[in-house]
Nanobody, 129 residues
């Protein structure tokens, strides 16, 4: 079983930056995809960014393209989401998740939450205006 723990959330002013981390423990899968999702109050969970752990291929939601960067450190079993030029509409609970052994699937499939097998509890990111 895989355990995912997010950290690094907090309060930041609009235009600022923040980095959230996701540490994985337990069994890991080299051909997996790690994704970041977010959920704001009253809204559905939405895909933010994803990274394939073996190839480093990345994919972003249009709303965060050019502002957010996802990266991984396989030696530390950790995935990061660097967020810049933050906007109040980025306020949400950010969750990381792993889609085990699904690196071969196309990104339009991997934006779906149902593709992910294990989830972290989430970390709150609040952007003030």
């Amino acid at each position: 079983q895989v355990q995912l723990v997010e950290s690094g959330g907090g309060l930041v002013q609009a235009g600022g930056s923040l980095r959230v981390s996701c540490a994985a423990s337990g069994r890991t899968f080299s051909r997996s995809v790690m994704g970041w999702f977010r959920q704001a109050p009253g809204k559905e969970r939405e895909f933010v960014a994803g990274i394939a752990l073996s190839t480093g291929s990345t994919y972003y939601a249009d709303s965060v393209e050019d502002r957010f960067t996802i990266s991984r450190d396989n030696a530390k079993n950790t995935v990061y989401l660097q967020m810049s030029s933050l906007k109040p509409e980025d306020t949400a609970v950010y969750h990381c998740a792993v889609a085990r052994d699904k690196e071969y699937r196309p990104w339009f499939i991997l934006t779906r939450a149902a593709e992910y097998d294990n989830w972290g509890q989430g970390t709150q990111v609040t952007v003030s205006s």
